[in-house]
């Protein structure tokens, strides 16, 4: 009777490490190559007697320099095995698990499974020999005759009586069942592996055989999901490692982002291209993407809040919106671009704004707007001029809130209202009429935050009013004559002050931005 319970989870789950622990010892593409009992020569049921008999042939053939024959036929290893593995093969077999586990993938004198351990070991000889292309249909039969073994109740029976024979506590039934648990994974992992290795090569032909022999075999699509991510574990620990690397950059080191996310990209976008190929339609590709994409927008904001170049975060977004693959990442990244197209543009009115001049930015982000030929930037321009929020100037002091009478200086207005919020303008009145626009502001009930550029009509009205009034004035003392001769000239001096400024920024967005790209 085996002992042991299935039923007891953390039982369960002890079993299966050593099951797994057992199968990493095995590589994949040598589960028989490097068979303890291929190596041996040995009947994978052998007791204690045969193995000591078995080890002193291989010794005293050693030291006479003499072949060590194998009972396998053409399932033996093609050149004897060094003295070092034949030692590593028995002493492998005094470990139950192991050797449990090698027992399952050699020879057992049940028929089916013989069958498919064979057909098995002529494909991967195939495959190793570079005739894998040419003898594609190995691969069907020993998927097949896996399939069919597996499904057999005797071939469980076997693994149960051998279990037993083992006579060993460290195996036992959940011994078994983790091991009849993961065989079919095991079976299908090395055409995973050797597709995983295809896509790294770049050899497309190979990817699609090794995935078509997984597609087409009788194994569940659950059992080929998990080989081949198991077979992309390589590459998804080296994103993981080289996302976390990056997001520790940024943490502790941000002036180092660029060059580290650069190395992020070089080292991780053909290790992605690889599950993207084995991967097609797996989720797990999909969020790999992400992740990177992910780790890239982090970093252009680490980079851009300690003090980085706007330009150079933009840059790192770029290819973030290349990896990205999620509807919600690719807002996020979207999202994240246009907040830094914003700083961007806004880094070069920093002067105007330093100054309090909220009016003067805004005159200089439309006639770049106006001389900008890339659609892309007279969009982040567009955007930052419709926004009454964006153009922050810093105020030397709180501006004056004072009337008497209905006569002095208030706030009209409530634009732009959000997060409790608004911009409003700050203008004089006469009899709590307001007659003159000063400047616009962002306030809430109890604060004045910042400068803003006023409204377009306001800022028409700004030089309309006065003017008018000094035409009423000019009539109502000297005439109309006077008054219109007085407005020309009110208008010529105006015009001349605008050209030179004009002329002004112009020359020093030449500096800022290069030279116009197009008339305005």
């Not at 497309?204 to 992309?232: I, M, Q």
């Not at 982090?298 to 919106?321: F, H, I, K, Q």
């Not at 690719?330 to 009016?359: M, N």
Request: proline fraction near 6%.
């Amino acid at each position: 009777m085996l002992a042991g319970t299935t039923g007891d989870d953390g039982y369960a789950r002890e079993a299966g490490r050593d099951v797994d622990a057992a199968l990493r010892r095995l590589p994949v593409l040598s589960t028989y190559s490097a068979n303890m009992f291929r190596i041996s020569g040995l009947a994978a049921d052998v007791g204690a007697t045969a193995i000591r008999r078995r080890r002193e042939e291989v010794e005293m053939a050693d030291r006479l320099s003499t072949a060590t024959p194998s009972r396998f036929g053409d399932l033996a290893p093609e050149q004897t095995p060094e003295p070092e593995q034949f030692k590593a093969a028995f002493e492998a077999m005094a470990a139950p698990v192991t050797r449990l586990v090698h027992e399952a993938f050699w020879l057992s004198g049940l028929a089916s499974h013989d069958a498919a351990v064979g057909a098995h070991c002529r494909a991967l000889a195939a495959e190793a020999a570079g005739r894998g292309a040419a003898d594609e249909s190995l691969w069907g039969a020993a998927l097949d005759a896996w399939a069919k073994t597996l499904a057999e109740p005797e071939f469980g029976a076997l693994l149960v009586r051998r279990a037993v024979d083992l006579d060993d506590p460290r195996v036992d039934a959940a011994t078994v069942a983790a091991l009849r648990e993961r065989l079919p994974r095991r079976v299908l992992a090395p055409n995973a592996v050797l597709a995983v290795a295809a896509a790294t090569a770049d050899d497309g032909a190979a990817v699609t055989r090794h995935l078509r022999a997984l597609r087409e075999s009788p194994f569940p699509a659950t059992a080929v999901a998990e080989a081949l991510r198991e077979a992309c574990a390589p590459v998804v620990r080296a994103v993981s490692d080289g996302c976390a690397e990056l997001l520790r950059v940024a943490a502790e080191e941000p002036a180092d982002v660029p060059s580290v996310a650069d190395r992020l990209v070089r080292d991780i976008a053909p290790r992605v291209r690889v599950a993207d190929a084995v991967l097609p339609e797996d989720p797990l590709a999909d969020a790999l993407h992400d992740e990177i994409a992910g780790t890239l927008t982090r970093a252009s904001v680490a980079w851009t809040n300690s003090g980085g170049a706007p330009a150079d975060g933009l840059e790192l977004l770029a290819r973030a919106s290349g990896f990205a693959r999620d509807a919600s990442t690719r807002e996020l990244v979207q999202r994240k671009s246009r907040e830094l197209s914003d700083a961007s543009v806004l880094a070069v009115v920093e002067p105007w704004c330093s100054a309090g001049d909220a009016d003067g930015a805004g005159e200089v982000l439309r006639l770049w707007r106006r001389r900008q030929a890339d659609p892309a930037r007279r969009a982040d321009l567009d955007r930052v001029l419709a926004d009454p929020r964006a153009v922050r100037a810093v105020m030397a002091q709180s501006p004056v809130r004072a009337t008497w009478f209905g006569c002095g200086m208030r706030p009209y207005g409530h634009r732009a209202w959000a997060e409790e919020t608004w911009v409003e303008t700050r203008c004089v009145t006469v009899f709590w009429v307001p007659v003159y626009p000063l400047a616009a502001y962002l306030s809430d009930e109890e604060f004045v935050y910042a400068k803003v550029p006023l409204a377009p009509w306001v800022r028409r009205a700004r030089y309309e009013v006065p003017i008018l009034l000094a035409v009423l004035l000019a009539a109502a003392l000297l005439g109309w004559v006077f008054a219109v001769g007085l407005v020309v000239v009110v208008e010529a001096v105006l015009l001349g002050a605008g050209l030179q400024r004009r002329r002004t920024i112009e020359g020093w967005l030449d500096e800022q931005v290069g030279p116009r790209s197009r008339e305005g």
